[in-house]
């Protein structure tokens, strides 16, 4: 961290406590839309990465764990319970933890690679329309392709990124 401002440290410092960037830009008194710029910057990146390996070998943590810990947690929380009436008789009915199921088998399938696509939406300069008057249709399909394939790119450089925390 020693190529970072005092102010980028004390940034990677907050976004090592909850894993959110625009709270961890406020929490480091930068505006909150500064947050997609640090996460792109790689010496923040870096430094990112080494605190939180930092951080996981300190208290023994590592992917192999935590998929443990949620195929766990899964089993638990889809484990049924019967439910009882007022006077302790079995009403025939069971339940079990639907929310922590769920959240369970999503961190499995990211682990996994398996989680659901994410919407990912591409729009033109300031977020207006992707411009195509006065183009042909085969320039006006390149310029979409073209813009596309740049978020989609900078979609698995960020993915990737997150990614990269976690090894």
């Not at 894993?19 to 792109?40: I, Q």
């Not at 935590?66 to 069971?94: H, M, N, T």
């Not at 939406?121 to 740049?150: C, H, Q, S």
């Amino acid at each position: 961290m020693t190529d970072l401002t005092e102010q980028q440290k004390r940034f990677v410092t907050e976004y090592c406590v909850d894993f959110n960037s625009h709270a961890a830009a406020r929490r480091a008194g930068y505006h909150t839309d500064t947050a997609k710029r640090l996460m792109r910057m790689p010496a923040v990146r870096a430094a990112i990465r080494a605190e939180c390996e930092r951080t996981n070998q300190a208290v023994g943590i590592c992917r192999e764990w935590l998929l443990e810990q949620a195929v766990e947690l899964y089993e638990r929380c889809a484990q049924g319970a019967p439910v009882v009436d007022d006077e302790g008789k079995v009403s025939g009915i069971w339940q079990f933890d639907v929310a922590g199921a769920l959240k369970a088998l999503d961190l499995i399938g990211k682990y996994h690679d398996l989680a659901p696509a994410q919407k990912l939406e591409i729009a033109g300069k300031d977020g207006g329309p992707i411009l195509t008057k006065d183009m042909t249709e085969n320039e006006a399909a390149r310029r979409v392709a073209f813009v596309l394939e740049k978020g989609l790119r900078a979609k698995r450089s960020a993915v990737d990124g997150f990614d990269d925390l976690l090894h």
